[in-house]
């Protein structure tokens, strides 16, 4: 079942991110992640809702929870700027269409989107890929020590 964040969620859906995060990008300290998850923390705070606190659209957060369940399993992040910005499933979800059901909420009413995944990201960039995402360039990402790669996906 997909339904907007909730506050509630949020601290379930860090600790998930950051194993997953961490698990996903195994060069990189979890101290890495512990420093990007405090800024998601904010943000998710910030943003819970469909308006921010100035008024204006912000970022657009689905969560995935089982039928039936109040828990958090999954969740994507669609930026005002047609960015995923975040997207991931609980291990135990994993494999079973859950990214998949995410995903496509993300792209619903979109013309296009893009993403961008650390290069070692091996299974975040298949996934994009799966979904239709194709490389458009690669930056250095300095604090990461890695290229980055830029995924666009047009979508009509």
């Given amino acids: 079942m997909l339904r907007p964040l909730q506050e509630s969620d949020i601290e379930r859906l860090l600790q998930l991110w950051l194993y997953l995060a961490s698990t996903a990008h195994p060069s990189l300290p979890v101290s890495y992640w512990s420093d990007q998850g405090r800024a998601m923390r904010r943000k998710l705070r910030a943003q819970c809702g469909p308006w921010s606190s100035d008024g204006k ?31 991931f499933v609980s291990p135990g979800e994993q494999g079973h ?21 650390l290069e070692e990201n091996l299974r975040g960039r298949f996934f994009l890929q799966q979904h239709g995402f194709v490389e458009l360039e690669r930056t250095f ?16």
């Avoid at 269409?97 to 995944?117: N, P, Y």
């Avoid at 990402?141 to 009509?156: E, K, P, Y």
């Fill in 97 to 117: 269409g859950v990214g998949s059901e995410l995903m496509e909420q993300a792209k619903f009413g979109q013309v296009e989107l893009t993403s961008v995944v």
């Fill in 57 to 87: 659209v912000s970022d657009v957060h689905w969560v995935y929870s089982r039928p039936g369940s109040a828990i958090a399993e999954g969740l994507v992040t669609v930026g005002d700027d047609h960015q995923v910005q975040t997207i």
């Fill in 141 to 156: 990402n300095a604090s990461a020590g890695q290229d980055q790669i830029v995924m666009h996906c047009r979508l009509t």
